[in-house]
């Protein structure tokens, strides 16, 4: 069965960085689309990053120029470097994938657990 694991959360005072990581794990074939959303308390949960299998990335607006998204494929993982945090980054963060072929067949939409960002000095 695959599952997404996410890492790399904490408390960071307002300036700083954060790296975090998600590794699909299980019998993978390929992966589709991964990306990374985020929800605050009493808010929706809403995209920060996704990149294509390829590489093309896309940007929420209030992270463009702060956060990067990558994926190293040999190793089913993508990452979210996130530079000049501030306190409205605070969230839980979420992986997603669009679409995964493991040796189970295909599965859509797969989540992570989560994990708590938190930006306050």
């Known amino acids: 069965q695959v599952q997404l694991v996410e890492s790399g959360g904490g408390l960071v005072q307002p300036g700083g960085s954060l790296r975090l990581s998600c590794v699909a794990s299980?019998?993978?074939?390929?992966?589709?689309?991964m990306g990374w959303f985020r929800q605050a308390p009493g808010k929706e949960r809403e995209l920060v990053a996704v990149?294509?299998?390829?590489?093309?990335?896309n940007y929420a607006d209030s992270v463009t120029g702060r956060f990067t998204i990558s994926r190293d494929n040999a190793k089913n993982t993508v990452y979210l470097q996130m530079n000049s945090l501030k306190s409205e980054d605070t969230a839980v963060y979420y992986c997603?994938?669009?679409?995964?072929?493991?040796?189970?067949?295909?599965?859509?939409?797969?989540w992570g657990q989560g994990t708590q960002v938190t930006v306050s000095s």
């Open positions: 990149i294509t299998k390829g590489g093309s990335t």
């Open positions: 997603n994938v669009d679409r995964v072929v493991g040796s189970r067949g295909a599965k859509r939409d797969l």
């Open positions: 299980g019998s993978i074939f390929s992966i589709g689309t």
